[in-house]
């Protein structure tokens, strides 16, 4: 049985930094592992995606120069570094894992986590 778990959300002022771990259990069977992310009243949207091989990456523009996701093949865990952090990052953030693509569509993924709040205050 397949599993995400992901940790490290919290509260956090505006500027402020964070980061979020996602754990896989199971056997994905998954190309690429994703971020994405909620807020109230709107859809899901892509924050970031890795590469299992080679680790490439792709990054949401509202993220870019901020955020960074990375992963540790070894551990089966991929992390997002988010630093300066802005109140309109506040969501809850979900982790997938995904095989065939399209990589910043949730149509992409199969497997998803349960999600972990961010909040960002000012």
């Known amino acids: 049985q397949v599993q995400l778990v992901e940790s490290g959300g919290g509260l956090v002022q505006a500027g402020g930094s964070l980061r979020l771990s996602c754990a896989a259990s199971?056997?994905?069977?998954?190309?690429?592992m994703g971020w994405f992310r909620q807020a109230p009243g709107t859809e899901r949207e892509f924050v970031a995606v890795?590469?299992?091989?080679?680790?490439?990456?792709n990054y949401a523009d509202s993220v870019k120069g901020r955020f960074t996701i990375s992963n540790d093949n070894a551990k089966n865990t991929v992390y997002l570094q988010m630093n300066s952090l802005k109140i309109e990052d506040t969501a809850v953030y979900f982790c997938?894992?995904?095989?065939?693509?399209?990589?910043?569509?949730?149509?992409?993924?199969?497997?998803w986590g349960q999600g972990t709040q961010v909040t960002v205050s000012s």
């Open positions: 997938a894992a995904g095989r065939g693509g399209p990589w910043s569509l949730t149509s992409g993924y199969t497997y």
């Open positions: 890795i590469r299992w091989s080679g680790g490439s990456t």
């Open positions: 199971g056997r994905t069977s998954s190309n690429y």
